[in-house]
């Protein structure tokens, strides 16, 4: 596979949001009460995503093909933590490109990005592959709300 580079999204043009998009739909396949609102929930989520969270906003890109994205907000209110913590919105990996290292590397980008936070996210209660994912890089569950389970990494103080 070609190098894989991680960088900050620079713009959200049409052009973009549409293979964002296109990322996000087939990631959520199979799992579609997680991601499954269709084309226009999606466009609508990833340009709050990208309003609420510019500056850790990154792409997976393989030459000029963006292959996956994750959206890391270092200033998240959260209700259940009482405080400002770290949050992960967003992170899909096109499926045609999943299983090559790419998630680890938009993860490293991202916890990188929010060093020194607690940070936070919600998964799909049957999507036992990200739960794992998540566990690896020291995520711990800490609750549940519906369809979701809470997740959160503490920092080392």
Known sequence: MAEVRIEKLKELDQETLERLIEIYMNAYEG?????????SYAKRYLRWC???????????????????????????????????????HEFAVDKEYQ???????????????????????????KNEKAKRFYREYGFREVGKHGIWVRMVRRTES
């Open 31 to 39: 799992m579609r009460e997680y991601g499954g609102e269709g084309e």
């Open 50 to 88: 990208w309003s609420k969270a510019k500056d850790g906003f990154f792409v997976a890109k393989i030459g000029d093909r963006i292959v996956g994205f994750i959206v890391c907000d270092n200033d998240w209110y959260s209700k259940y933590e009482g405080r400002t913590v770290g949050a992960i």
């Open 99 to 125: 299983g090559h290292g790419i998630g680890r590397k938009l993860m490293e980008k991202c916890l990188e990005y929010l060093k020194d936070k607690d940070v936070e996210l919600w998964v799909g209660e």
